[in-house]
């Protein structure tokens, strides 16, 4: 069954590093997402992004975070600077409709990251 | 504002009883609700989803239950199995990019 996976399972990074977390969305999907969950707190959404570009980004998704989708396989996840509360794992998702409207989100394992 | 929120952060049931997990939201406007599966270490794992046009969706051993009146979710898990031990979200969409808001979470413990 054709699943979402995600490179590093865990990223160790110092404060200030620029981390890149990456995602391999399913392959015939066209939405994808990128979440985080802080240890022991709910998923919250960050970004959603559709033929090349950004449908949607919440507050936490600031300068300092970037998306791209560098060839048809990967989707990546940047964070320039990071900082102590950046730690959190981080979900790729991906869906072939609109999420809601016509289609379902499936998650990948996660990255977690950690920021010292 | 949005919230998507759980009753009761823990459940601890018999393995073969059924569970029940709640869930209430906020937003009237939402229209499109799913749950989810968490085992530790991995990520949200899909299980089943229900549209607000609808008010019982079910599936293999489960069942959802939207009631919008009172704006209350609940899953419904049959012949409860230690395999289905995680935490459980409720999440919902409420507009047209896909973004999913997540509740708290519910911990199922199963007993043997």
Redesign the interface.
């Known amino acids: 069954e054709p699943e979402v996976t995600q490179t590093p399972s865990h990223q160790v990074t110092q404060m200030g590093q620029e981390v890149i977390l990456r995602c391999v969305p399913i392959s015939n999907h066209l939405y994808f997402y990128w979440y985080r969950q802080i240890l022991g707190q709910k998923v919250e959404f960050l970004v959603s992004f559709y033929n090349n570009e950004i449908s949607e980004k919440s507050e936490i998704f600031d300068d300092q975070f970037s998306v791209e989708r560098p060839d048809g396989s990967n989707f990546t996840l940047k964070i320039r600077s990071t900082k102590l509360e950046d730690s959190a794992m981080y979900f790729c998702a991906s869906s072939y409709g609109l999420a809601g409207i016509t289609d379902t989100q499936y998650f990948g394992p996660g990255t977690r990251l950690t920021v010292l | 504002g949005e919230s998507v929120g759980l009753h009761l952060p823990t459940l601890s049931v018999q393995e073969g009883d059924n569970s029940i997990i709640n869930c209430a939201y906020s937003n009237s406007a939402s ?2 609700f ?1 749950w ?1 599966k968490q085992e530790s ?6 299980i089943i ?1 229900i549209r607000s046009n609808m008010d019982k969706r079910q599936g293999q051993r489960v069942t959802v239950l939207l009631n919008k009146t009172v704006k209350h979710l609940s899953l419904q898990i049959a012949a409860t199995q230690p395999g289905d031990s995680a935490v459980y ?1 409720c ?1 919902e ?13 519910t911990e199922l413990s199963v007993k043997p």
Do not use: E, S, T, V
């Open positions: 229209d499109y799913i989810y270490g991995k990520g949200p794992q899909f989803d979200f999440a969409n409420n507009d047209w990019g896909g973004k999913l808001i997540f509740g708290q979470g």
